[in-house]
């Protein structure tokens, strides 16, 4: 009897790490990150459909939350919304079959040249 006992109960221990490799989301997980997702929106001065464009797998209503809950403290506190460095259009994911040019990769996305450091190395 207390070998079931002790085999249920190291079983059970791991259900919350099965339940993720399962691929079950987490409801009070997804919220959080949704909340996030609309906070840095808003304090990158991005609008709330940008935000919903720009993250379409996260929850609206999680985002809308999250961005109005930064709107209130923003205007509380006067904090100036900090400008975005990377367009939204720079965000769109590739057209299926082209490969998107990312400055990650090693290619300058504006000019399709090689960065300046491996020109001067020769290559």
């Known amino acids: 009897m207390r070998m079931i ?15 993720e490799r399962a691929g ?37 209503a999680a985002v809308y939350a999250g961005w109005k809950e930064m709107n209130e403290y923003m205007a509380k506190n006067n904090i100036v919304a900090v400008e975005p460095l990377i367009p939204p ?10 490969k998107r040019k990312n400055a990650d990769a090693g290619e300058d996305s504006a000019a399709g040249e090689k960065p300046a450091a491996e020109k001067d190395a020769g290559h």
């Open 5 to 19: 006992v002790l085999t249920a109960a190291l079983l059970l221990a791991g259900c919350d790490q099965m339940k």
């Open 24 to 60: 079950f989301p987490d409801p009070v997980r997804m919220e959080a990150e949704g909340k996030a997702i609309g906070g840095a929106c808003r304090h990158a001065g991005r609008g709330l459909e940008d935000c919903y464009r720009l993250n379409p797998e996260a929850p609206k």
């Open 89 to 98: 259009e720079a965000l769109k994911p590739a057209a299926p079959g082209k």
